[in-house]
Structures are given as C-alpha cells and as structure tokens.
C-alpha cells in the first residue's frame, strides 16, 4: 500500500467513479493503493450539497392541505392533490409552514448520493463528491497552509501554558525548551516567532535580551493560528448559509490600523441597523481578537449573545484565524455564532464595514498613530459615529435603530449611548 496519503487528481477521479459504482471504500482504497480511512476522510471534507431538489421537499408535504392554502393565494393546482403535494415546488415560495427535509443518509458512509438507489426519484438536495472540486478545494488549502503554523489548538495551548508561565517567570526560551523539549512540539527558534507574533501571552518585553536588541523589520508569510480555518467557511458557504437562514442578523468584521505595529481598533458592524461597535487592541493578533469576544460573552448572557452574533463576515487577515475561539463558548463546547470568510483580496464583499470606517477617518486619519489613545476615547468615537443620522435609514442614526430592535439593555451593556445631534463631532478634535 502507498504510504503517502496526499491524493493525486487521478486518485479523486477514481474515487469519484467508484462511488457511482456503489463500492465501499475498502474496495476504493485497494484499487488506489491508500487506506480506507483516508478515502472515508476525503469524502467528508470535500463533499458538499447540491441544490437540485426537484420537487416538493417540505417535511410536512404528506399531512398538510396544499391544494387549498394554493387556491387562497391565487396558484392553480393540479387536480391531482397527491401529485400536487409530491412535484410542486411552490410551496416552497410564500409558506409560512415550510421546512426543508434533509436526508438523513448522509452521516453515514459513503456519506454522499453517489449510489443511492432512489437518487433518481429523491426530491431531496443531493450531497454530491466532485474529483475537480475536491481538487480545487485541497490545493487552496495547501496554498493557505504554508502562510500558518501547523499546531493544533491544543497544542498551542499548551505552549501557552508552559512556555508563558515560566518566561514571565523570569526564565529564558532556550532553558524553558531544554526543560521541556521532549514535549514541545516546535524549536526554540520558533517560539521566538510564535512570541513576536503575538500568539503567546508572552510578550517580547517579557524578553531580557531581545528587549536590549534593536528592532528588525522581519519578511515572511504572516502567521496563522489555524492553517484550516477557512475549511467550510468560505464565501459561497456563508451564501449558502443564508439562503437557508434567511431571517438570521448578519455582522461584517474588519481592523482599522493606525501605525503599523501599534494599536489597532477592531469593528464588528451590524447589517441590519448599520450600528459599528468597536474595540481597541493592543496588537493586531488573534489573540487580542478573541480577547473582544471573551468581553462580550461576559458582558452579554448567552441568550442576548446569539440574538446579536449569529452569522458574522470578516476577510483573511490573520488576526480572524482562530474562528473555534470566537464561535465556541469553550467552556460548554456549546457553538455560539457561525464566522465566515470572504474570498481572497475581495474585501468588497463586506462592504458595509468598508463604507462605514469612513466616519473613523474623519476622526482618525489613515496613518495615524493610536498608541495614546484608550477604550474610553474609541467609545467616545463610537458613540458620535452611530448617533449621526443616515439617509439609508430615512434620517434615522443607527444606534436609534439598534435600540428599536435589541432594547436599551443590551445598548448600555455594549456601552453604546445617544449623542445629541448638535453635539455631534466627526472630526479629530473629538478625540483632542
């Protein structure tokens, strides 16, 4: 058997045909030389569904009075009411009772409608395996992988926790990783990186020597906590999201830099009232990120933490790599909210977040520096930005809205206040 498990194209053609055959993956794995396991993991990872219902998929198309509730919104059936029920797809426009049924075949192997044997009269999306877009899908993430780190979080937790403590403790990298170096995962060398990349709590100040070192300007592919994370995160998954969520509140999220390597001010913009929450950060790093949202899910209950976050949109900046951390409360395991990327170099399709760090111009201009600043200042900003009237929303400010829609509770937790209009100052002398 070929012991490397990194499939060819040829591999996932094979792969593909023999699905269709309705063989299993013992049979599949033989005939191309791999291990079944790698031909069962494959399938899970670059299926996906496809749209191709071709009739009635409501869960209650059997029981309930179609005909009727058609001829009530003016929609000519058939007089056949079971043919009617079974290939209609109109009810699937308009209803408030639909409710999609899903297979429920796809949890187990082959995990896809390759073979089925009512393929052809399932009325059902089909969870499909495509060799070209498998392929596709594999070298992006090849591609993506080699700018990251190739840790798990648990292994880079628990760089944090033995190599953080004992630096803090005084103690220097090579003695820490000398101490420990049956168990670390990585060299000394590259815990200095991981330190000046800002995923260790660790800090370069924690640092004696490198303290006393100038700085250097370093090149290189920027460092990522999860070299997978956009795996079924991707723009097309975030449209399909929200086609089967239509009702769900969409957040774009982006950074706004003011020198480079200073403090940066994270935004999270709500789409359906136009209001900016923004938050300062110390870094441009992931870990300040998911500092933000440990803030916000202590501040917030649960409850009021899934009503505002629920799908949220950023772009590939390395500081949004550790979607688990922002989606995951960590200590239930328990899925909060869904994060999403857009496509590479189209930070467009977030463009509502774009359009609106216009207003932080105004009071910061691009290139300045934000190291004086605090949280208070931001808020400050914050607050006269989401007070200033919109045409988009008929002359109403977004923190107006946002109040209709989520109360005055949660408006004050978030620190969120109401500028008079003629107190209103978009320009840098608010923050003077």
């Not at 058997?1 to 309705?22: A, V």
């Not at 209950?301 to 790599?321: C, H, M, N, P, V």
């Amino acid at each position: 058997m070929n012991k490397n498990t990194h499939l060819t194209l040829d591999d996932r053609l094979e792969i593909q045909l023999l699905l269709k055959k309705g063989e299993n993956f013992t049979w599949i794995a033989d005939s191309i030389g791999k291990n079944p396991t790698t031909i069962a993991r494959e399938v899970k990872a670059h299926r996906y569904l496809s749209d191709s219902s071709t009739g009635n998929d409501c869960i209650y198309r059997n029981e309930c009075n179609l005909p009727s509730e058609c001829l009530k919104r003016g929609i000519k059936c058939s007089p056949y009411h079971r043919s009617c029920r079974i290939r209609c797809k109109i009810c699937r426009i308009g209803c408030e009772h639909y409710e999609k049924e899903h297979c429920n075949m796809y949890d187990k192997a082959p995990y896809v409608c390759s073979s089925c044997e009512i393929k052809s009269k399932c009325r059902l999306d089909k969870m499909v395996y495509d060799a070209k877009h498998a392929q596709t899908a594999y070298e992006t993430m090849r591609r993506e992988s080699r700018q990251g780190i190739s840790l798990s979080e648990e292994e880079l937790q628990y760089l944090d926790d033995t190599v953080s403590k004992l630096i803090k403790q005084g103690q220097s990298i090579p003695v820490v990783w000398e101490s420990h170096k049956g168990e670390m995962p990585v060299s000394a060398r590259t815990l200095y990186t991981y330190i000046d990349s800002g995923l260790l709590n660790a800090r370069n100040l924690d640092l004696r020597r490198k303290v006393r070192m100038p700085y250097r300007k370093k090149s290189g592919p920027v460092l990522r906590v999860d070299k997978q994370c956009h795996i079924n995160r991707t723009f097309d998954d975030f449209n399909r999201y929200i086609a089967e969520n239509p009702d769900v509140v969409v957040s774009q999220m982006d950074t706004v830099e003011g020198r480079k390597g200073g403090k940066v001010i994270l935004t999270i913009l709500f789409t359906n009232c136009g209001l900016q929450l923004m938050f300062l950060r110390e870094r441009n790093t992931a870990a300040s990120v998911i500092n933000v949202f440990n803030y916000l899910k202590h501040v917030l209950s649960d409850e009021q933490f899934k009503r505002l976050f629920q799908a949220i949109l950023a772009d590939r900046g390395s500081e949004f790599t550790d979607p688990k951390q922002i989606e995951t409360d960590m200590d239930t395991g328990e899925v909060m909210c869904r994060l999403f990327y857009c496509d590479p170099m189209n930070s467009n399709q977030k463009a509502n977040c774009e359009k609106n760090h216009s207003f932080i111009r105004y009071i910061i201009p691009k290139g300045t520096s934000m190291d004086h600043l605090s949280q208070n200042d931001i808020t400050k900003m914050m607050n006269h930005i989401n007070s200033y009237p919109r045409k988009k929303w008929n002359g109403q400010s977004p923190v107006d809205i946002f109040i209709k829609i989520y109360g005055q509770e949660i408006t004050s937790q978030l620190g969120l206040a109401k500028i008079p209009p003629e107190s209103i100052t978009l320009t840098p002398d608010l923050l003077r």
